[in-house]
T-cell receptor
Framework: GQQLNQSPQSMFIQEGEDVSMNCTSSSIFNTWLWYKQEPGEGPVLLIALYKAGELTSNGRLTAQFGITRKDSFLNISASIPSDVGIYFC???????????FGKGTRLHILP | DGGITQSPKYLFRKEGQNVTLSCEQN?????MYWYRQDPGQGLRLIYYSQIVNDFQKGDIAEGYSVSREKKESFPLTVTSAQKNPTAFYLCASSMDRNTEAFFGQGTRLTVV
């Protein structure tokens, strides 16, 4: 089936640093979504992107829908301890009803 | 409050028994989804439904069944045919096929 390649798989950063993660695919997407999941909980939507080239911010988070419609990135600025968790990208494929997920980026923040 | 509710949060079953996981939403969403998550893994689509009385298989439908008799409800049955049923199960809904999905809190199923 179609795949989303999310990287990096995990990150260890110092508090206050900026973070960048991305998702790529060989398929074209209509929608890109970024979620955060904490242990034992369901993913929570952070940012939704609907148009190629769209750049959207939500507080310290910024995400972009790639021009080719095959990729997206998420940046977190000035990381804080509560940013710890797993970040998932998800995309809705062009001409398909399904939303598929990347394998996640696990963010660890060192004191 | 509007939202999507999964119950129970933890479920234990003996091997060979069927078990049904509940998912209810009061968001008036047309589309509903079931995903499975294994430790350290992403979410894999089991079944999805875009409208009442209609549903489609996802990537890992074998050993699972669903129904969509009401717009607000999309229960998932894990049958004895599912070889490795222990996992975290997540239900989601979206307004339609082109909008973002919102998740429930998940059900952790353990089969012993």
């Amino acid at each position: 089936g179609q795949q989303l390649n999310q990287s990096p798989q995990s990150m260890f950063i110092q508090e206050g640093e900026d973070v960048s993660m991305n998702c790529t695919s060989s398929s074209i997407f209509n929608t890109w979504l970024w979620y955060k999941q904490e242990p034992g909980e369901g993913p929570v939507l952070l940012i939704a992107l609907y148009k190629a080239g769209e750049l959207t911010s939500n507080g310290r988070l910024t995400a972009q829908f790639g021009i080719t419609r095959k990729d997206s990135f998420l940046n977190i600025s000035a990381s804080i301890p509560s940013d710890v968790g797993i970040y998932f990208c998800a995309g809705q494929l062009y001409r398909d009803d399904k939303i598929i997920f990347g394998k996640g980026t696990r963010l660890h923040i060192l004191p | 409050d509007g939202g999507i509710t999964q119950s129970p949060k933890y479920l234990f079953r003996k091997e060979g028994q069927n078990v049904t996981l509940s998912c209810e939403q009061n968001l008036n969403h047309d589309a509903m989804y079931w995903y499975r998550q294994d430790p350290g893994q992403g979410l894999r689509l089991i079944y999805y439904s875009q409208i009442v009385n209609d549903f489609q298989k996802g990537d890992i439908a074998e050993g699972y069944s669903v129904s969509r008799e009401k717009k607000e409800s999309f229960p998932l049955t894990v049958t004895s045919a599912q070889k490795n049923p222990t996992a975290f199960y997540l239900c989601a809904s979206s307004m339609d096929r082109n909008t973002e999905a919102f998740f429930g809190q998940g059900t952790r199923l353990t089969v012993v």
